[in-house]
């Protein structure tokens, strides 16, 4: 079964200062790793995947994430945080196997409640 | 603006009754799958259908089916709905086998559901 840790329910953090989500996750073989980010009342948006090569991603609104396999983590971080990236970040895992059914599903983290202080 | 929609927004019901969400996915996307997120269970996976066939299930309730259908849209049928039914229902797509994007998933804006 393949599951996803985000041991911060909360996390605060000056305007201007470098963030940092965590994420660490378990699975079968090797990772599709993702990061969503969910405004109130609406879906959520993708906002970068780790799939192979460089351990260093970089998605959209300047986050980055960096996938490090021998601590099975997939942490999101950007340098300067903005007032308008407050909202709630899920990190989710599928496995790169699909050689069975229940592996093509994303299994998402209990969210992380950004809230970035002016 | 995924392209993923998803009708109704909103809708209230009352315990017993049965309820269909729709979903339609991005354009050229085979794949759909339905989430459901509530306080107490976080963002839960509960069925994947791919070209109108089933090809994954995570924790759906027997009360709760879905279909895929030949112009791609789908619906999730919600039967005998109780009070613990109320949630935020995702259906999310994703794109074909080849090409870029293909591994991750695009939400819509959910339909949120009040069982009274």
């Known amino acids: 079964a393949q599951s996803v840790a985000q041991p911060e329910d909360q996390v605060n953090v000056a305007e201007g200062n470098p963030l940092t989500v965590k994420c660490t996750y378990s699975?079968?073989?090797?990772?599709?790793l993702f990061w969503y980010v969910q405004y109130p009342n609406r879906g959520l948006q993708f906002l970068l995947k780790?799939?192979?090569?460089?351990?260093l991603v970089k998605g959209s609104y300047g986050f980055e994430a960096e996938f490090n396999k021998s601590q099975t983590s997939f942490h999101l971080k950007k340098p300067s945080a903005l007032v308008s990236d407050s909202a709630l970040y899920f990190c989710?895992?599928?496995?790169?196997?699909?050689?069975?059914?229940?592996?093509?599903?994303?299994?998402f983290g209990s969210g992380t409640q950004l809230t970035v202080l002016p | 603006d995924s392209g993923v929609t998803q009708t109704p927004k909103h809708l209230i019901t009352a315990t017993g009754q049965r309820v269909t969400l729709r979903c339609s996915p991005r354009s050229g996307d085979l794949s759909v799958y339905w989430y459901q997120q509530s306080l107490d269970q976080g963002l839960q996976f509960l069925i994947q259908?791919?070209?109108?066939?089933?090809?994954a299930k995570g924790n759906i309730l027997e009360r709760f089916s879905a279909q895929q259908f030949p112009d791609l849209h789908s619906e999730l049928n919600l039967s005998s709905l109780e009070l613990g039914d109320s949630a935020l229902y995702f259906c999310?797509?994703?794109?074909?086998?080849?090409?870029?994007?293909?591994?991750?998933?695009?939400f819509g804006p959910g339909t949120r559901l009040t069982v009274t």
């Open positions: 259908y791919y070209n109108g066939e089933e090809r």
């Open positions: 999310a797509s994703s794109a074909k086998i080849t090409g870029q994007g293909k591994y991750e998933q695009y």
């Open positions: 989710a895992v599928r496995a790169a196997s699909i050689s069975s059914g229940s592996a093509r599903q994303l299994t």
């Open positions: 780790y799939i192979t090569g460089d351990n």
């Open positions: 699975v079968s073989g090797n990772p599709y």
